[in-house]
């Protein structure tokens, strides 16, 4: 089993910033692919940005030169620096991971974490 423990959540004005931290543990061959989503209220949960394990990154247009997301392979975390916030990016925040373990690829969700964004 892995778990996903996510970090750095909280309150913001419009503006600001904020840095998002996720750390993966349990029984990890490797790590695919890490990435963020969020899910506001009344909303379905969205890609936010992910990263392989070379440099290839993505990000959702809303967020795109606002947020950078990076990780560290050899502590199987990842981060999500967010500045520039406005209230829109206020939503729980997922840490998602494509963990191998074997032979097999799961996917694995941390608890969320809140960000809110005010005006």
């Known amino acids: 089993q892995v778990q996903l423990v996510e970090s750095g959540g909280g309150l913001v004005q419009a503006g600001g910033s904020l840095r998002l931290s996720c750390a993966a543990s349990?029984?990890?061959?490797?790590?695919?692919?890490m990435g963020w989503y969020r899910q506001a209220p009344g909303n379905q949960r969205e890609l936010v940005a992910w990263?392989?394990?070379?440099?290839?990154?993505m990000y959702a247009d809303s967020v795109q030169g606002r947020f950078t997301i990076s990780r560290d392979n050899a502590k199987n975390t990842v981060s999500l620096q967010m500045n520039s916030l406005k209230p829109e990016d206020t939503a729980v925040y997922y840490c998602?991971?494509?963990?191998?373990?074997?032979?097999?690829?799961?996917?694995?969700w941390g608890q969320g974490t809140q960000v809110t964004v005010s005006s």
């Open positions: 998602n991971a494509h963990v191998r373990s074997g032979n097999y690829v799961y996917e694995y």
């Open positions: 349990g029984r990890i061959d490797s790590i695919n692919r």
């Open positions: 990263i392989t394990t070379g440099v290839n990154t």
